[in-house]
């Protein structure tokens, strides 16, 4: 029988303490998702393989071209690093308005994004409208793939695969992330929308990536809107119509916090907040 928790000595200890407790066994990062298992009725008798002590997931590797994220960098740390970059903003946002003060200090990215079933992240949009990749540290070794894939395999992971480090490429550009919270739904935002753009000479959009998350089950972009707004001037008002026309696009989900109705509903509305701040930042 194995250890109720496992501190590996590397990654590659990890990866085969992992794969040896096959279905029984499970990553532990900040377990700020972990210990609320019993409430959604999944099994809280794993034999977890913790991370947080492995230096390699812990760091921020910033160069001209790319961010690198380890898997257990905080949303602390990561808002701290990555403050006053104007092209990650919206990843800076949600790492530093998602859950609350404490929960911030031990949660990690590679938790976050690792937590399928989990509607409501803050990163997951963020990094999907910054065109993330993951990087995982696979038994057969290791494996690159674009975020919106990594979504789709999450569930069905082998044992042993551990994300390792997120990637972010550094175009020039400007960058949003807007959420609504209630008060009833606790610290978990109902509607997120994030956006990430780039201007050509004439001011009107060149590029732009927008994210929705909380709405349905699984955060995605908004292909129908970005399309809307290509080689448009940046205008809050025209965006909130575009998004109006496009709303349906959308199927929101019911939950305790809010009816799907409403998470649709409000979605313009954060599409005009965020084109208003995209605006400010220029
Ligand atoms: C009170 C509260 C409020 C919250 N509000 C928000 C909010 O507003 N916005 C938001 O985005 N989030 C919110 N959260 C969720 C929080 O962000 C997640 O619980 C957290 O990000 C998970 O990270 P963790 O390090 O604690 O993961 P853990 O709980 O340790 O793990 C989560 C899952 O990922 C797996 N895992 C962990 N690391 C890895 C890895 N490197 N590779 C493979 N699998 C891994 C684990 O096995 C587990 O299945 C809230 C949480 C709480 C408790």
């Known amino acids: 029988m194995s250890d109720p928790l496992y501190f590996p000595s590397s990654l590659t200890d990890a990866v085969a303490a992992l794969k040896e407790r ?3 066994g499970a990553p532990m990062a900040g377990a700020t998702w972990i210990m609320r298992a019993p409430l959604r009725h999944e099994r809280f008798d794993l034999a977890y393989v913790a991370l ?3 230096n390699r997931l812990r760091q921020i590797d910033i160069d001209d071209r790319e961010i690198a994220i380890g898997a257990c960098v905080t949303h602390a740390e990561l808002a701290a690093a990555i403050v006053g970059m104007p092209a990650l903003k919206a990843l800076a946002t949600a ?5 609350n003060p404490a929960v911030r200090e031990v949660a990690t990215i590679g938790g976050n994004l690792c937590a399928s079933g989990f509607a409501a992240s803050d990163l997951v949009p963020a990094l999907l409208c910054l065109d993330a990749e993951v990087e995982l540290e696979t038994p057969a070794g290791p494996e690159r793939m674009r975020l919106e894939g990594f979504l789709t395999v999450r569930r069905t992971l082998e044992p042993g695969c551990l994300v390792r480090r997120i990637v972010v490429q550094r175009t020039p550009g400007r960058s949003a992330h807007i959420r609504l919270p209630l008060r009833k739904a606790g610290d978990y935002p109902v509607a997120i929308v994030s956006a990430a753009l780039q201007l050509a000479m004439d001011g009107t959009v060149s590029r732009v990536h927008v994210a929705v998350g909380s709405v349905e ?3 995605r972009r908004w292909e129908h809107l970005e399309k809307a707004l290509i080689g448009q001037p940046l205008n809050a008002n ?3 119509r575009m998004a109006e026309e496009h709303a349906g696009d959308f199927k929101g989900r019911d939950g305790v916090e809010a009816p799907g ?3 649709t509903k409000v979605l313009a ?3 005009r907040r ?3 701040e995209l605006q400010a930042q220029a």
């Open 274 to 276: 965020a084109v208003t």
């Open 238 to 240: 025209f965006a909130f």
């Open 261 to 263: 109705w409403y998470r």
């Open 22 to 24: 096959g279905a029984d």
């Open 95 to 99: 790492a530093a308005s998602a859950a």
């Open 52 to 54: 947080s002590r492995l």
């Open 269 to 271: 509305s954060l599409v």
């Open 217 to 219: 089950a699984e955060a």
